[in-house]
């Protein structure tokens, strides 16, 4: 199976996106970029590569619904004379514009959150909409866990690995455990669990640090060889990586904890003192980071919880 990466700009502070072409019958394209020229243009360059158009591919197929991933989706589809396209059912930012929803702001407020931050946070999220088209229901295939898409020399696999994102999908090669993990593994950075609403239950909030760890676990069942992430080099030492994201994860917890004062914080106090310069976006992807260390803590029974108003509180356990 010849699975060819093409390496695509961004606007965004993450860089360049890496999407995987699937060089068989039925060509399939995981992951798309975002919708901006400089992308298409470095798209259909390296489709034509690898010796195909963009009008010869049959599936889309997405890691998750980020801008970076998705954006280029639906008018890929138009110009492929529509191509199949698929993701996780737990995925919603193909839908609709991330935060745009009443449920988003009663997360931020639980968080602790400003109200003058969250129309902040919600209007540069509306401003990032603009590097992604929006699918109806019916434009889209669900993919299953476990799903198998085949092509004439093999098959992928689809592996549910929720955690950056709810309905977060790796898809393995078990020939020779290559795995395409999306923004599940990357080998320079820790991917940050973002804040969402739980996919079975909306009014509360998915647990993705919890969700990723056992993604993490999963994946490393099937002894990879080689990991295509979603940003920068492949990942040849799955194993390596497996413990040094464990290390970095229960580092950045006891950082969380210690921050705890004793009169308690909310997950935004929590992430105001972590990363005291962040701007623009960035206090919501920090404020998704502390909420995701709070939960697994308070899960862990490392801290305590108790809710004030509308917000939640994080307390540190005394010893009596």
Not at 90 to 119: C, D, K, N, S
Not at 163 to 183: L, N
Not at 258 to 285: C, I, Q
Request: charged fraction near 30%; aromatic fraction near 6%; include cysteine.
């Amino acid at each position: 199976m010849r699975i060819v990466p093409i390496t695509l700009p961004t606007p965004f502070y993450i860089g360049p996106v890496n999407v995987y072409l699937v060089a068989e019958d039925p060509p399939t394209l995981i992951d798309t970029g975002p919708k901006t020229k400089e992308a298409i243009e470095a798209l259909r360059d390296g489709v034509r590569r690898a010796g195909f158009r963009v009008a010869d591919i049959r599936r889309i197929v997405l890691t998750h619904a980020h801008e970076d991933h998705c954006g280029l989706a639906r008018s890929l589809r138009d110009e492929a004379k529509d191509a199949e396209v698929l993701i996780h059912d737990w995925e919603t930012g193909h839908r609709v514009g991330r935060l745009e929803h009443e449920e988003h702001r009663v997360l931020l407020e639980r968080a602790g959150v400003p109200q003058q931050e969250i129309e902040t946070m919600r209007k540069l999220y509306e401003h990032m909409r603009l590097y992604a088209d929006s699918f109806d229901d019916h434009e889209y295939s669900s993919l299953e866990d476990e799903a198998e898409l085949e092509f004439e020399t093999g098959a992928l696999r689809a592996i549910h690995t929720p955690g950056h994102t709810p309905g977060s999908c790796s898809f393995i090669r078990e020939a020779d455990r290559t795995v395409i993990a999306g923004d599940c593994v990357l080998k320079r950075i820790t991917p940050n669990p973002i804040l969402s609403p739980d996919p079975i239950d909306r009014s509360q909030r998915f647990r993705s640090l919890a969700e990723y760890l056992v993604s993490l676990a999963r994946l490393r069942t099937f002894a990879p060889t080689l990991v295509h992430g979603g940003h920068g080099e492949p990942v040849h030492d799955y194993e390596e990586l497996f413990n040094r994201y464990l290390r970095a994860i229960r580092e950045r917890q006891a950082q969380v904890i210690s921050l705890l004062p004793k009169t308690g914080a909310t997950a935004w106090d929590v992430s105001r003192a972590m990363f005291p310069d962040t701007d623009d976006v960035h206090r919501f992807l920090a404020v998704s980071e502390a909420v995701a260390h709070l939960d697994l803590a308070h899960s862990e029974r490392k801290i305590a919880l108790e809710v004030s108003g509308v917000k939640e509180v994080y307390r540190q356990i005394t010893a009596n």
